[in-house]
Nanobody, 118 residues
Framework: QLQASGGGLVQAGGSLRLSCTAS????????MGWYRHSPGKQRELCAE?????????YYADSVKGRFTISRDGAKNTVYLQMNSLKPEDTAVYYC????????????WGQGTLVTVSS
């Protein structure tokens, strides 16, 4: 349902862009976002955006000012532009959608690994 891409290895201070596209039986999307999880830490919601006009956004304090989430409603795609990356941003990033198929529910993409070297 959700296909994520864009992870990789980057040096500290570098940039990466993650993409996630919803497809299949998803008929409507309320919001999409990115969580991340690294060993020894709790899963964290990094950023989220509503798909309706206006596109309200949320950012975790840890990424505010460095990450930007955006969406293309026509393509059911969300992007996470990550700039000024730090080693502590190293994690598996998961795309999430609050979406409607036969009812409203949470949908997850496969994780994509982001590794930031110092």
């Amino acid at each position: 349902q959700l296909q994520a891409s864009g992870g990789g290895l980057v040096q500290a201070g570098g940039s990466l862009r993650l993409s996630c596209t919803a497809s299949g039986s998803i008929k409507s999307i309320n919001s999409m976002g990115w969580y991340r999880h690294s060993p020894g830490k709790q899963r964290e919601l990094c950023a989220e955006i509503t798909m309706a006009a206006g596109g309200n956004t949320y950012y975790a304090d840890s990424v505010k000012g460095r990450f930007t989430i955006s969406r293309d409603g026509a393509k059911n795609t969300v992007y996470l532009q990550m700039n000024s990356l730090k080693p502590e941003d190293t994690a598996v990033y998961y795309c999430h959608a609050l979406a409607f198929t036969t009812n409203w529910g949470s949908y997850w993409g496969q994780g994509t690994l982001v590794t930031v070297s110092s």
